[in-house]
Nanobody
Framework: QVQLVESGGGLVQAGGSLRLSCAAS????????MAWFRQAPGKEREFVAS????????HYADSVKGRFTISRDNAKNTVDLQMNSLKPEDTAVYLC??????????WGQGTQVTVSS
């Protein structure tokens, strides 16, 4: 069983930065494919970024490419999401997820990110 706990959300002005962190327990983050998703009010959950368990390759949604960076800290067993140049449309609950093979089996509770214009 994997438990995921997100932190680092908050209120920031447009153009600002935030760093989210996802702390994992039960498994090492290096043995899992880890990802961040987000869900805005009235919208479906959408993929933001992922880092694979094999090779550590990263993938990003087009909407965040060049602004967000996902990284893994094996010593801390965390996965971070550095978010720069934030826009009001980035406002959402950000959720951390983990996959052992294909689908994302484990999810955190989420952390709120609000970007004011």
């Amino acid at each position: 069983q994997v438990q995921l706990v997100e932190s680092g959300g908050g209120l920031v002005q447009a153009g600002g930065s935030l760093r989210l962190s996802c702390a994992a327990s039960g498994r090492t983050v290096s043995s899992l494919t880890m990802a961040w998703f987000r869900q805005a009010p009235g919208k479906e959950r959408e993929f933001v970024a992922s880092i694979s368990r094999i090779g550590g390759s990263t993938h990003y949604a087009d909407s965040v490419k060049g602004r967000f960076t996902i990284s893994r800290d094996n010593a801390k067993n965390t996965v971070d999401l550095q978010m720069n140049s934030l826009k009001p449309e980035d406002t959402a609950v950000y959720l951390c997820a983990a996959s052992q093979i294909v689908q994302f089996d484990y999810w955190g509770q989420g952390t709120q990110v609000t970007v004011s214009s």
